[in-house]
């Protein structure tokens, strides 16, 4: 989906939707952050492909915890 990006873009675009997804769950726009969280799934999943393609060793677990999504 964002093949297109960097793997430093998606953790910059991830940084950013995390702190707006943040901001709408404060402000009670539960519809937004639930749009945003989409967005943010997307990412991580572009993310955990692209660093796993890079080094076979690495795992989708191994993304995860490095990356602090628990």
């Given at each position: 989906?964002y093949?297109?990006?960097?793997?430093?873009?998606?953790?910059s675009?991830?940084?950013?939707?995390?702190?707006?997804?943040?901001?709408?769950?404060?402000?009670?726009?539960?519809?937004?952050?639930?749009?945003?969280?989409?967005k943010?799934?997307?990412?991580?999943e572009t993310?955990?492909?692209?660093?796993?393609a890079?080094?076979?060793?690495?795992?989708?677990?191994?993304?995860?915890?490095f990356?602090?999504?628990?």
């Amino acid at each position: 989906m964002y093949n297109y990006l960097s793997i430093e873009q998606i953790r910059s675009a991830l940084d950013f939707l995390e702190s707006s997804y943040s901001k709408a769950m404060d402000g009670d726009a539960y519809g937004l952050a639930n749009a945003i969280l989409t967005k943010i799934d997307g990412l991580r999943e572009t993310l955990v492909a692209k660093i796993t393609a890079e080094d076979p060793y690495t795992t989708a677990a191994d993304v995860r915890y490095f990356e602090g999504w628990n």
